[in-house]
């Protein structure tokens, strides 16, 4: 008999595993700011699919927990390798369909593995991630010509345009509504522009919200012809230091360890390595 218990319920996964979560903010980022959107936004705010929750609980503690939003890939806590793969059997009897897994590197891999072993899909690494958190905050001198300002409404259309080539440049296709996205964030202030000094926005960047005494930046994005000239860096940096006036503990963000340029950015910044996770893809084989 499995240990994982899962679930449709957000409430009642919350009840159970939110203190958990709560526990390591920063190890829990993800599964934190995306229980938080489907409380506000409703159970399909980042998809069609009905999410999934699992608590993994022996003698009454919580030891791990699983989040999916469908078409995403599920996010896991750490796991063992034991546990990792009790959890694909216990999925894959379930007969639950996983686009892939997000989660530290090596309890992504453990999991890829068994999920492949019970189900025949092809599991294949898709993107190496760095955690950070940010330490002493050090912003870049000399900062770039223009002034940070925080996105308004009419900033609406500019904001989807931006995520959904965000989105293209990290290789992302189920990026859904970005306008949906654009109204979410625009409902707490959460994107920061960089504008030029003739006022023409150059570059954003984005915060969740406090959650747990978490705040992480996601997205940053520069258009392709105005990056090299620190847009991003300043934007970067100005979410930064309005995250911790904000009261948050830990500003926390993640890079893609296949941009060397955004990671060494990030650690002049102040930000220093916390973790590295990994998102593995399955694909059914020919015989599935």
């Not at 100005?238 to 060494?264: C, I, K, M, Q, Y």
Request: glycine letters at 10%; a negative charge.
């Amino acid at each position: 008999m499995s240990d994982w218990w899962i679930t449709g319920d957000l409430d009642a996964f919350l009840d159970r595993a939110g203190a958990f979560l709560h526990s390591r903010p920063a190890e829990h980022t993800v599964a934190l700011t995306v229980t938080d959107g489907l409380r506000r936004r409703g159970l399909r705010a980042f998809g069609d699919g009905d999410p999934v929750f699992g608590v993994l609980e022996r003698a009454g503690r919580v030891e791990a927990a699983l989040v999916a939003t469908p078409p995403w890939p599920p996010n896991l806590t750490r796991l063992s390798e034991t546990d990792a793969d009790a959890l694909a059997a216990h999925l894959a009897a379930l007969g639950h369909e996983l686009s892939g897994v997000s989660a530290e590197r090596d309890t992504a891999a453990a999991f890829a593995e068994a999920w492949q072993r019970y189900t025949g899909a092809k599991a294949e690494p898709h993107q190496r991630q760095r955690l950070y958190r940010l330490d002493e905050l050090t912003v870049p001198d000399p900062l770039p010509p223009g002034r940070a300002r925080v996105a308004e409404a009419a900033d609406r259309d500019l904001l989807a345009r931006w995520f959904a080539e965000f989105a293209r440049d990290v290789g992302e296709e189920r990026v859904g509504d970005t306008e949906a996205w654009a109204d979410s964030r625009l409902a707490y202030g959460g994107v920061t522009l960089w504008e030029a000094p003739d006022g023409t926005p150059v570059a954003m960047a984005g915060v969740t919200r406090l959650i747990a005494g978490q705040i992480r930046v996601a997205p940053v994005y520069t258009p392709a012809d105005l990056r090299g000239r620190g847009y991003g860096g300043a934007a970067t940096a100005t979410v930064s230091r309005a995250a911790l006036d904000a009261g948050a503990d830990e500003v926390l963000l993640f890079t893609d360890l296949a941009n060397p340029t955004s990671n060494a950015l990030y650690q002049r910044i102040g930000y220093r390595p916390v973790a590295d996770f990994e998102v593995w893809e399955f694909t059914a084989t020919a015989a599935g």
